[in-house]
């Protein structure tokens, strides 16, 4: 049985003891394997036995996105590379990826905490899910796909792409499930709708995330399908998906705190906020052997609660979130790093370093149009020069960030300089 499938928790007392017993064994891990943790415990002057429970969690030092950017590609594994079974990789900054690895052990977690998620939606092994997230690097398609297949449902391994044959597999399958993100959703929705296929379908749950959404738009989507949408939380130096999800109380994501020990800091202070305050997501692995990350800030900002919920699961919960700290956007599913884009044009001759992101969503699918300021000497070439051109800086900035763009090429100076923080994005989707 999937822990807590039939809410059978512990009571927090016992959770924290096996918090605690897990704490310790993890800090004592990354202090003998990882030289990045050593280096820096000792620089605090904090050794392992300083750490004798989560009460002490507050000694440790903090892990950033920066941190696995330094230590690029593996250099915050806590065990020798041969052990690693799978990688996977989302956006770093300043143009290197984020790589995380994962033990054989790490992905049978991982497919627990994944499973626990459907179980909270309500899927079993007698449904049929379709699995909507991107395949490959992200971690959305192949970590919906280890749960769904450790709870023993159908899967069938969509990725993101192809509407017309997903509406047309759902139907046919009778798919009852589905793991996408909830704009893609509510793009399905209305493909679905103008086919006049939503009574044809035989949808019951979609278990949605990777992107921020409203309780609004999980509304809407519930609303237009006939089915029961939750909020699927995670994110790959973590794990993947599967970190956190709400239950059909839909009053805050339920963390899988026995392997994600949470926080929410201040991001001006950087200490621990009290329950029920917004600030920072913080978390600790507890269990993981390939990537485990003390204090990782993730960034996403939202509160916590230790309240026991309605559905009996003494899980801690955190609130939808209210959005990052930093300038991290999350397009067609994707985390671009506007410097990503300045590190690619700075790289490149013929452009200068002036550009704006447009961001919009149309038909529940999002687009990017980006501005970019050419060199003068572009407006004297013949348009085929000008199109061959703007064509290899479109191929430039789809490399760096791993998305396709619009890409239009403007005269020197006319993109509006600012006499504060230079605005990069224009982001017209309005969260409904
Ligand atoms: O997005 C993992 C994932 C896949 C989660 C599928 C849920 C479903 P990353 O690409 O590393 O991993 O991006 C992680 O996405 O820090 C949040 O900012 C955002 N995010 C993820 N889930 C949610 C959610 C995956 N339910 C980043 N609500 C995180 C709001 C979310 N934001």
């Not at 991982?110 to 449904?127: F, K, N, P």
């Not at 309780?215 to 809407?220: F, G, L, T, V």
């Not at 805050?252 to 029920?276: A, M, N, R, T, W």
């Not at 490149?348 to 529940?364: A, E, I």
């Amino acid at each position: 049985m999937i822990w807590n499938e039939a809410k059978e928790c512990m009571s927090r007392d016992e959770l924290e003891y096996l918090q605690s017993k897990r704490l310790v064994k993890v800090v004592d891990r990354v202090y003998h394997n990882v030289e990045f943790y050593r280096k820096k415990m000792q620089a605090m002057g904090i050794e392992p036995g300083d750490v004798n429970g989560i009460e002490d969690l507050h000694k440790l030092p903090y892990t950033t996105k920066d941190d696995l950017r330094d230590t690029y590609p593996f250099g915050l594994f806590a065990i020798p590379k041969s052990e690693i079974i799978r990688i996977h990789a989302s956006s770093g900054t300043k143009g290197k990826a984020t790589v995380v690895g994962y033990t054989r052990k790490d992905l049978e977690i991982w497919s627990e905490c994944v499973a626990r998620a459907l179980v909270q939606a309500g899927v079993t092994r007698d449904d049929i899910i379709q699995v909507a997230y991107g395949y490959g690097l992200f971690t959305g398609g192949l970590g919906a796909h280890g749960g769904a297949e450790k709870l023993g449902a159908m899967v069938v391994p969509m990725s993101t792409g192809n509407t017309k044959k997903l509406t047309t597999m759902m139907k046919d399958f009778g798919v009852t499930a589905i793991a996408c993100t909830p704009s893609y959703l509510l793009h399905i929705a209305e493909v679905l709708e103008e086919a006049g296929d939503i009574p044809n379908i035989k949808l019951k749950a979609a278990v949605c995330g990777a992107e921020p959404w409203t309780e609004n738009m999980r509304k809407q989507i519930e609303e237009k399908l006939h089915i029961n949408a939750f909020d699927i939380y995670g994110l790959s130096e973590v794990m993947g998906p599967g970190v956190a999800c709400d239950c059909e109380y839909h009053k805050g994501l339920h963390v899988y705190e026995d392997h994600f020990l949470p926080e929410i800091i201040s991001q001006d202070s950087l200490k621990p906020l009290p329950e029920g305050e917004v600030g920072e997501l913080v978390f600790t692995t507890l269990t993981k052997e390939g990537l485990p990350l003390l204090r990782y800030r993730t960034k996403d900002l939202t509160s916590i609660s230790y309240d026991k919920c309605e559905c009996g699961r003494t899980l801690a919960r955190i609130s939808r979130f209210k959005g990052r700290s930093d300038d991290m956007l999350i397009i067609r599913g994707v985390n671009v790093f506007p410097s990503q884009i300045e590190t690619a044009l700075l790289e490149m001759s013929g452009t200068t370093p002036h550009y704006l992101m447009t961001v919009d969503r149309v038909n529940n699918l999002d687009t990017l149009e980006i501005q970019v300021e050419a060199d003068g000497a572009y407006f004297t070439w013949d348009s085929s020069d000008r199109e061959k051109f703007r064509k290899k800086v479109a191929h430039v900035i789809h490399n760096a960030i791993g998305l396709a763009a619009e890409i239009k090429l403007v005269e020197p100076k006319t993109l509006e300089r600012s006499m504060g923080k230079a605005v990069h994005v224009i982001d017209n989707r309005k969260l409904v």
